[in-house]
Structure formats: structure tokens, C-alpha cells
């Protein structure tokens, strides 16, 4: 059994940067691979950036390749996301997940735990 909680979310101004973080409780964190995913209001929940259980290999969407950055410290039992250069169409609950099945999914069906989320808002 993992449990994950966010933290770091806020309202932000566009080209602001914000960190958010994850912190999972259970012995068996490092051999998830963890995801970030994003809710706005009346859309669906949608891919954000995942990273494999070593941290060696990462991914994005495409909407934020080039301003997000995930990291994991599995000594820390936490995964973070590094935000920059914010838009408001970022603006979002963020929740991080862990999946058992051994490989980063850009669906919510492959996730196995999830956060409660935190809220990005990012005004304009």
C-alpha cells in the first residue's frame, strides 16, 4: 500500500515558477513509477510528466515539455515537479500517482494510487 500527498500548490502571475511535491508513504516506493497528472474545471484529467522507479528516465506533454521538470529522491520517498515559466492554462488540480505495472502510462486507468491533489492557479 503506497500514500501519496501533495504539496506546493498556490496562485501564482504567468512566467512564475512553483515546485510541487509528493511524499509517499511504504517500503516499496522505489519501485514505482510515479506520474503527475492535472484536472481544470469540467475537463478531463489529463498526462502532466511521469518518471520511472530508478528516476532515469522521464516524460512529458507535450503542452509542458521544456517547462516542467520531474525528479525523484527515493531515499526521500518524494517526487517533484518543477513548474516554470507558468501559463493559466496551466492552471489545475495537480495529483501525483504510482503504478504497479513497471512503466510510466499517460492514462489514469494504469495508476494504482493516487494523491489528494493541490491547486495550481496561475492569473494572467
Known amino acids: 500500500q503506497v500514500q501519496l500527498v501533495e504539496s506546493g500548490g498556490g496562485l501564482v502571475q504567468a512566467g512564475d515558477s512553483l515546485r510541487l511535491s509528493c511524499a509517499a508513504s511504504?517500503?516499496?516506493?522505489?519501485?514505482?513509477?510515479m506520474g503527475w497528472f492535472r484536472q481544470a474545471p469540467g475537463k478531463e484529467r489529463e498526462f502532466v510528466a511521469g518518471?520511472?522507479?530508478?528516476?532515469?528516465?522521464?516524460y512529458y506533454a507535450d503542452s509542458v515539455k521544456g517547462r516542467f521538470t520531474i525528479s525523484r529522491d527515493n531515499a526521500k520517498n518524494t517526487v517533484d515537479l518543477q513548474m516554470s515559466s507558468l501559463k493559466p492554462e496551466d492552471t489545475a488540480v495537480y495529483y501525483c500517482?504510482?503504478?504497479?505495472?513497471?512503466?510510466?502510462?499517460?492514462?489514469?486507468?494504469?495508476?494504482?494510487?493516487w494523491g489528494q491533489g493541490t491547486q495550481v492557479t496561475v492569473s494572467s
Open positions: 500517482a504510482a503504478t504497479q505495472t513497471g512503466r510510466v502510462h499517460t492514462t489514469t486507468a494504469e495508476y494504482d494510487y
Open positions: 511504504g517500503r516499496t516506493f522505489s519501485s514505482f513509477p
Open positions: 518518471i520511472s522507479w530508478s528516476g532515469g528516465s522521464t
